[in-house]
């Protein structure tokens, strides 16, 4: 069986992160949607809130797993059997940085591959952090964010 995760934040979730998973889902029998928590750094939304949001977006798919977890990300794949991990790619910086973690991830476990999975233009300027900023000072996110999520903000 072929299991992939996909870790972040989702802090919120965008519809950047819907297009990578919806994309990525078919070459796996079973893909996990890995919430992480950061002890050090505070999220936007609770992580209870983050895997609500992931839950109502893709209640639909039986292939899709959310779950929140704490600790290096090679640890929890590990431990849910995965042996891929997807990630996004937006820009340039996005690839150097994930290229970085993934050359150590590949150290600290190499049975584990790392899959990029490159955004469609259109999403390529959507993050997290951005959404974050507007909807901090009350800007309009709809077309950022799946409604399915935003109807839980």
Do not use: C
Not at 2 to 11: Q, R, T, V
Not at 66 to 85: H, N, P, Q, R, W
């Amino acid at each position: 069986m072929k299991i992939a995760l996909f870790p972040g934040s989702f802090d919120p979730v965008t519809k950047a992160h819907v297009d990578i998973v919806k994309r990525s889902v078919d070459l796996f029998d079973k893909l996990y949607i890995g919430i992480g928590h950061n002890s050090t750094k505070p999220g936007f939304l609770s992580v209870e809130k983050r895997e609500e949001m992931l839950r109502a977006v893709f209640e639909n798919e039986p292939r899709i797993h959310i779950i929140a977890y704490e600790g290096l990300t090679v640890d929890f794949a590990k431990s849910i059997g995965a042996a891929y991990m997807v990630r996004g790619i937006r820009t340039v910086s996005d690839f150097e940085y994930e290229k970085a973690i993934a050359q150590m991830n590949h150290s600290l476990a190499p049975d584990i591959e790392s899959i990029f999975i490159v955004s469609k233009p259109g999403y390529s300027s959507i993050s997290s952090t951005i959404v974050r900023e507007v909807l901090r000072y009350g800007g309009d996110i709809s077309q950022f964010i799946p409604k399915e999520a935003l109807a839980l903000l």
